[in-house]
């Protein structure tokens, strides 16, 4: 009985121990949650700034990449900018390269402009165009550099030139291969070759002459000209802005009778004039062609305002002109039409004294560009200057009159605002370099 009732007060004994206990467990819990959940709270809050500013870190990154890119696209058009104001600069023979301020957006920027020639070469060099663009996030600058061959030239050609006689020739002279220049010829300019280096037994002027294989110009190509635009069609504007097709005309043809030696008793020769009809409305540009086939002993007299083309479907395969020359072609504000285009190589041999014998005969002058699809051959029996503009053959061979200088002189309007389809300024490669 003892027994039992010591049992028992063991087993309510832990019973009540294991209550005191689970009791006491729960008030610790009670008094630890106060603690726990603030520091959930902390950790949340420090990782839901991190977020937050993890997320303005990337943002104002993307904003400052964002308008850097734009920037950058802004600084390579303004780079590609510079180019092209160079190219205009090298158009009107200007030297206006530097620094240019300007705006984008309200926003500063500059333009650089710059010039690297590659020696020996006189016509062949880069041209340099940068651009920096400042913003609120982010500035960039870009540099294109493009390689650039100019051709000034008052002679010239595809192949060979040979100049010789009293003349004197006012501007730079180029010819692929071989260039001789006679004992009497005086020429301003720079003589250079691109092959052979020159022969010179004249005068030269100029700085740069092709001398030795180490002055050699690097080879230029030969410009083309676009005859079809000076064909028997060609496009205009009209009146209403509308692009329309004109028409070229036929040079009109006369036969004179002078008597050329002032002899009675000598018969009088025949000369074949061919002047040009500038009234018609539907020939703007003043373009002639040379319909009719001129006798190989015939004297010729050109009294041409325009431009005066001899087609590939002229009869005789060299083209043989004596006599006195007059050619005025249209000049405007952006065109200088080309004075003579020839599609069969060309002889004209320029005579002094017919100007004399017919009101309708003027005095020998051309003005403008002569562009030849063949050989050039030009002989002076005058003095004085007979061309004012650009030679453009495959060979060409001057010769001046033996008692007094002949003059070419050359024409920069031709550079700088070239006839339609012409230019003598020839775009190379280009690429992206690093800006210094």
Not at 384 to 400: A, K, V
Request: hydrophobic content about 40%.
């Amino acid at each position: 009985m003892l027994l039992l009732s010591v049992k028992q007060w063991v087993k309510n004994d832990y019973s009540l121990c294991y209550a005191l206990r689970v009791d006491s467990m729960r008030q610790t819990q009670i008094q630890a949650s106060p603690g726990v959940v603030l520091f959930m709270v902390l950790i949340l809050t420090v990782m839901m700034f991190l977020a937050a500013g993890t997320l303005l870190i990337i943002t104002m990154t993307e904003i400052r990449l964002s308008d850097f890119e734009y920037r950058s696209n802004q600084a390579f058009y303004g780079a590609e900018s510079a180019i092209a104001l160079g190219i205009a600069n090298l158009r009107q023979e200007s030297a206006a390269y530097g620094p240019i301020a300007y705006e984008v957006g309200g926003n500063p920027g500059y333009l650089e402009i710059s010039t690297r020639f590659l020696p020996p070469s006189v016509y062949h060099f880069i041209l340099c165009g940068a651009a920096r663009i400042s913003g609120w996030q982010a500035s960039a600058t870009r540099a294109i550099e493009r390689e650039i061959t100019i051709k000034p030239f008052v002679v010239f050609a595809e192949n060979q030139v040979t100049l010789t006689g009293q003349c004197t020739i006012e501007g730079n002279v180029h010819g692929h291969a071989t260039i001789e220049v006679g004992p009497s010829v005086t020429i301003t300019g720079n003589v250079t070759a691109s092959t052979t280096p020159v022969l010179n037994q004249g005068t030269i002027e100029g700085d740069h002459i092709s001398s030795d294989i180490g002055t050699l110009e690097p080879e230029i190509s030969f410009p083309e000209l676009a005859i079809d635009f000076y064909s028997w069609t060609y496009p205009c504007t009209g009146i209403d802005g509308a692009p329309i097709f004109c028409e070229a005309q036929p040079l009109i043809h006369d036969t004179l009778l002078l008597d050329l030696d002032e002899n009675p008793e000598t018969p009088e020769e025949t000369i074949e004039l061919f002047s040009s009809d500038v009234s018609s409305t539907n020939n703007p540009a003043r373009i002639f062609y040379l319909s009719f086939e001129v006798p190989e002993a015939s004297l010729t007299a050109f009294n041409v305002y325009g431009t005066v083309v001899i087609p590939s479907d002229y009869p005789s395969d060299t083209v043989l002109l004596k006599g006195s020359f007059m050619i005025e072609p249209l000049n405007t504000s952006s065109n200088h039409f080309p004075a003579l285009i020839s599609a069969k190589p060309l002889s004209m041999t320029f005579r002094e004294d017919l100007a004399n014998k017919s009101d309708s005969i003027a005095e020998n002058h051309i003005t403008g560009l002569i562009y030849v699809l063949g050989d050039l051959t030009l002989i002076s029996e005058t003095s004085g200057e007979i061309i004012t503009g650009s030679l453009f053959g495959r060979n060409i061979t001057i010769t001046g009159n033996q008692a007094a200088a002949t003059e070419i002189s050359y024409d920069p309007a031709i550079f700088t605002t070239p006839p339609p389809g012409f230019d003598l300024i020839e775009l190379g490669a280009w690429r992206e370099s690093v800006f210094e």
